[in-house]
């Protein structure tokens, strides 16, 4: 379904709609006309921020989702908050770090599930910010497995499935710190850089089977994890002063594109980072 339409006497919906300030309703009402039914996802980091925002996305669009991360209590907490939703969720405890974890969290799906037909390699982790003369090859080494290792191993496990069925969607959740990068934040900007090119070249290499590799890069995004950014006053001036949508994000927003990038209806659409970041580095 085409979100933007170009014709001069039908002004686009999208746009009006932002003028009467019930944006997030028209984009809900087009997402919701999406359908992931019969479809299994894994979501790693599936049970807050940006995460939850995309399980609930696909719960409601009939998906059945493992969630997976370290904290069990907040996996099952929002694979109950979500349980009237048509899709079905299952938590799964997994540290992404842990190749034992990654094997178990793909074998409990496909025995729970079924075969893996959408991946989102959401988790993340950034220690080590601050100046670059202090980064260690310990924080170097664990902002790899984290971010970028943990999403290598994950492709490995489920997309010899995909080939096998000749379907399949891999969406990164990536940031605009892997475009631009910032003082202070040399390693997560490296591992978000080193997963978009990897989204790129999974997307040259599994293209022909039938499989798609996007790539999502928030900006400044509403969530524990950017807690420390969104909390500093001088951040949010900066942003309500420059940034051409004048407002931190909210994780619904992300989930609203990660369902299209999932669905059927993103059949033409490979190798692309969509960024969502309120226009801050346009
Ligand atoms: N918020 C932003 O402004 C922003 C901007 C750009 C990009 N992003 C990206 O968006 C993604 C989600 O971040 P968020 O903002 O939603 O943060 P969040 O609310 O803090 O969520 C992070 C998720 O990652 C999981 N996680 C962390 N370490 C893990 C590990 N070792 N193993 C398994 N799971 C782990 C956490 O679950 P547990 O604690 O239970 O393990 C949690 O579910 C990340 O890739 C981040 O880089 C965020």
Known sequence: MPLYTEKPDQPDPLCRATRRRDRRKVIQEMSASISLKGKVAIITGGGRGIGKAITKKFAEAGANIAIASRKLENLTATAEEFASLPGNILPVECHVGRNADLESLVRITEKELGPVDILVNNSATNIGQGPALNVTDDMFDKMLEINVK????????????????????????????????????????????????????????????????????????????????????????HIESSQPIPRIGDPDEIGFAAIYLASDEASYLTGQTIVIDGGAIA
């Not at 997309?159 to 910032?182: D, H, Q, T, W, Y």
């Not at 499989?211 to 900006?219: H, M, S, T, V, W």
């Open 150 to 237: 943990s999403a290598l191993r994950l492709v490995r496990l489920t997309v010899p499935g995909m080939i096998e069925r000749k379907r399949g969607s891999v969406i990164n959740i990536v940031s605009i710190a892997g475009l631009r990068p910032s003082t202070g934040g040399l390693l997560y900007s490296l591992t978000k850089a080193g997963l978009i090119m990897m989204t790129r070249s999974w997307a040259r290499e599994f293209g022909p089977h039938g499989i798609r590799f996007n790539a999502i890069a928030p900006g400044l995004i509403k969530t524990d994890f950017s807690e420390f950014f969104w909390k500093n006053e001088d951040v949010v001036k």
